[in-house]
């Protein structure tokens, strides 16, 4: 999945409300694009630190100042859209939720949050496992000279 590069300034909230609210009193607006991406970068984001994962990934270019401030925004947005059975995200919305509830994703995800969330730990993590390979060989390498 691509989420193109959102601009996020002062101005984004106020024409953001407003387009979601033609949008939502126009009766010849077939799609409605900009409610139906509020309500899915509601469900995206709820921390400034989604926030920033998503600036860091350049789907994101906040000129607002504070991470706080965007996610903010984009709650407030996303906040009673009233979104339709033609949900312009519906796809990805269903695939993303498939992907997140896959045993294997979801051990990948809790291993990569607990144990490789620095670089530090992950290095340490492979230096032990390396250690412990290598004390192993060298254990059965004594072992077997012994026996001889």
């Known amino acids: 999945m691509t989420i193109p590069c959102f601009r996020v300034y002062d101005a984004t909230e106020t024409i953001l409300q407003n387009i979601i609210a033609y949008e939502q009193q ?16 509601d ?10 994962l998503f600036r860091q990934k350049g ?7 504070e991470d706080k401030e965007v996610a903010s ?13 033609d949900f312009y995200y519906k796809e ?8 997140c509830k896959k045993t294997w994703n979801r051990m990948k995800a809790s291993l990569r ?10 290095a340490s993590i492979v230096v032990a496992i ?3 390979i290598l004390t192993t060989i060298h254990t059965i390498l004594a072992f077997t000279g012994f026996v001889k």
């Open 26 to 41: 126009s009766s010849d607006v077939q799609y409605k694009y900009f409610t139906d991406f509020a309500a899915f970068m």
């Open 43 to 52: 469900h995206l984001i709820d921390l400034e630190k989604d926030v920033s």
């Open 59 to 65: 789907i994101i270019e906040n000129w607002m100042g």
């Open 73 to 85: 925004l984009f709650n407030k947005n996303g906040n009673g859209v009233t979104t339709y059975s």
């Open 92 to 99: 990805e919305c269903l695939k993303a939720s498939e992907h």
């Open 113 to 122: 949050h607990n144990y490789f969330n620095s670089p530090w730990k992950g």
């Open 130 to 132: 390396t250690l412990l």
